[in-house]
């Protein structure tokens, strides 16, 4: 089973950035998503990227702000997010799962999240 491990979120400002990180022990050839949970609210689909990177996937939240990427040479895969809001705050997991699913049941393996706070 593919281990992953989250990084780079914390405290930012309304209309300021973060980049997450998600990085990946062993080869996998899955594609990655990105979830997030809010306090109070079901885990939602965030943006999610083929085994290649050619293909994407975003919630319409996000679009226009947010990019997925991957390099799959260091096995990691990154959430660029741009113009961040309050209520992007969330706990943000990457997992490993099924060809641009966006429900978290198609997802095998998951992170253990990593916080973003915007304040306003």
């Known amino acids: 089973q593919v281990q992953l491990v989250e990084s780079g979120g914390g405290l930012v400002q309304a209309g300021g950035s973060l980049r997450l990180s998600c990085a990946a022990s062993?080869?996998?050839?899955?594609?990655m998503g990105w979830f997030r949970q809010a306090p109070g609210k079901e885990r939602e689909f965030v943006a999610a990227i083929t085994w290649s990177g050619g293909n994407t996937r975003y919630t319409d939240s996000v679009k226009g702000r947010f990019t997925i990427s991957r390099d799959s040479a260091k096995n990691t895969v990154y959430l660029q997010m741009n113009s961040l809001k309050p209520e992007d705050t969330a706990v943000y997991y990457c997992?490993?799962?099924?060809?641009?699913?966006?429900?978290?049941?198609?997802?095998?393996?998951w992170g253990q999240g990593t916080q973003v706070t915007v304040s306003s």
């Open positions: 062993g080869r996998s050839r899955y594609a």
């Open positions: 997992a490993t799962g099924n060809y641009l699913a966006t429900n978290d049941n198609e997802y095998y393996s």
